[in-house]
């Protein structure tokens, strides 16, 4: 009785156990593990065509996953080529990455492993093409969009672009072909481009006459990068309308300028105030045709130079050697000089004017500290000046004082411009330059030795000399730039012990 009880129990075990197993499932809860390339969040892929990679720890359900993929950028969908290497989706985009557009990779909705585990995705990742960086805008365009700009109907075909000129400026430095490339401008296909301020400003020119009562309409792609290469910003159009231009050109200025490194500088208000190394400008009211603004110059008498375009409205002359000081000369623009409409000045137009350019003044000569005489010397010093010499050497030390600063070049050619020879009696040894120094940009200090001293009975003379005129002495050997002596400069020095 108790052996068949205990059997009984063991049987009724096993059947409960075996119902338990049968009719129960064992769950698998651990999670799903990926990874991301590039890992970081706005991170940079470093070539055109580098892939975006997401790799499983597992096995998954592969077009649930491509499904659940996203690849976008502010402009839409970027299309790619979908491929798996063991458990990593691999995608690498049709089309190259553009620098410096951030991009998006996106996964979203319930994927599956193949051993049956869940992974509920929903993440974005943003990323950048090739660099970070910030895109380039348009920052205004002249004339703006909407405005009427005048034209002038010509049968004349200049060579020169006829305009108006369109203005565009950049926020950062522009790669010009790219550019070129993207703005269009329909019924114009002949245009000149002029680029400045590093490559931030585009001046377009048409080189043909535009219709008279016409709409222009132009547009800039996002093709346009900065020299980084990264694309425009966003897309940009406008339009400017024309009507007939009847106003002739007018001379609003005439002034001086001046260089600083590649850029004109406004230095003088009247063509008086224009100095060495300077240039006379004109101002026009309204933009100017180049080829003719270029030959629009002259002065009389003849003072030899060329023509620069400073801007659409200005040009400069620039004297191929300082003009003479105190000569009055007379500018003279010619009246076939045209606007871009091809409009000409109504006449001829000229002005008289007198540089202020002075000539170098010797200012004073001092012998051994003591003030022998003072200048400035406007004619040459009359008389004879007393020049106390240092024993036992007969040495005679002079400093001159000039009224402009010399270049060091030009303060070692003044060495040779210089010079002390005797004069009476006939007898006295010539003398040598010992030494040369200049006290300031603008005083040289001369030491000679060898000279003798005279007596009341019989003086001893030396003759000082300074070159003169434009190949004498000068402040700059650089052609143009140095202010020289006007004429030769012959001092008489009595030499006493």
């Known amino acids: 009785m108790w052996k068949s009880s205990s059997n009984l129990l063991v049987w009724l075990s096993l059947c409960t156990l075996g119902s338990i197993l049968i009719s129960c499932n064992i769950i698998d809860l651990r999670p799903i593990g990926y990874s991301l390339y590039p890992a970081e ?16 720890d597992t096995e998954m359900d592969e077009r649930e996953v491509e499904k659940a993929l996203t690849v976008t950028s502010r ?16 995608f690498v985009p049709l089309s ?15 994927v599956h492993a193949k051993d049956g585990r869940e992974l509920r995705l929903s993440l974005d990742h943003p990323f950048y093409g090739l660099l970070k960086g910030v895109a380039p805008i348009l920052l205004s365009v002249d004339p703006p969009s909407g ?3 005048a034209v002038q109907v010509t049968d004349t075909d200049l060579s020169a672009p006829h305009g108006p000129p369109l203005q565009f400026r ?25 680029w400045s301020d590093e490559d931030q400003v585009l001046q377009v020119t048409p080189q043909k006459p535009l219709n008279p009562w016409t709409v222009y309409r132009w547009n800039l792609k996002t093709s346009a990068t900065s020299r980084e290469g990264i694309p425009l910003g966003k897309e940009a159009q406008g339009t400017f309308s024309t009507n007939l231009d009847a106003e002739r050109p007018r001379i609003e200025a005439t002034l001086c300028f001046g260089r600083t490194g590649t850029d004109w500088v406004e230095l003088g208000s009247t063509l ?17 045709n180049r080829e003719s603004l270029l030959q629009a110059l002259r002065i009389e008498p003849t003072l030899s130079g060329y023509t620069v375009q400073i801007d659409e409205r200005t040009v400069g002359y620039i004297p191929d050697r300082p003009p003479e000081p105190g000569i009055t000369y007379v500018l003279i623009v010619s009246a076939d000089t045209k606007d871009l409409s091809a409009l000409s000045l109504e006449q001829e137009y000229r002005e008289v004017f007198t540089p202020s350019i002075p000539y170098l003044e010797l200012r004073s000569v001092q012998a051994d500290g003591a003030l022998i005489f003072s200048g400035p010397f406007s004619e040459r010093p009359q008389g004879v000046y007393t020049a106390p010499l240092q024993a036992p050497e007969g ?18 050619a003044l060495l040779k411009q210089v010079n002390l020879a005797p004069y009476f009696p006939g007898s006295l040894a010539p003398v040598a330059l010992q030494r040369g120094s200049w006290l300031s940009d ?19 003379y030396y003759r000082l000399s300074l070159a003169g005129g434009r190949s004498g002495i000068t402040t700059s050997l650089q052609e143009g730039l140095g202010y020289w002596l006007k004429e030769p400069i012959v001092l008489m020095l009595e030499a006493q012990q």
């Open 147 to 149: 405005a009427t700009v």
């Open 395 to 412: 040495k005679l030390a002079i400093n001159l004082q000039f009224s402009h600063p010399f270049t060091a070049e030009a303060q070692i």
């Open 75 to 90: 402009a839409g969908s970027i299309e790619g080529d979908l491929h798996w290497h063991g458990t990593t989706l691999v």
């Open 41 to 56: 969040a706005d991170g940079i892929l470093p070539e055109p065509f580098s892939a975006l990679k997401i790799s499983f």
């Open 272 to 288: 008086n105030d224009l100095d060495i190394g300077q240039a006379l400008g004109v101002r026009f009211s309204e933009p100017m």
């Open 170 to 194: 950049f926020s950062r430095s522009m790669d010009r072909k790219t550019v070129q490339d993207a703005l269009t401008i329909e019924g114009i296909d002949r245009i000149e481009w002029l």
């Open 96 to 110: 190259p990455w553009k620098a410096g557009i951030r991009y998006n990779l996106a996964l979203k909705g319930l």
């Open 442 to 460: 603008s005083t040289v200090r001369l030491v000679w030795v060898g000279l003798e001293g005279g007596s009341v009975d019989v003086p001893h």
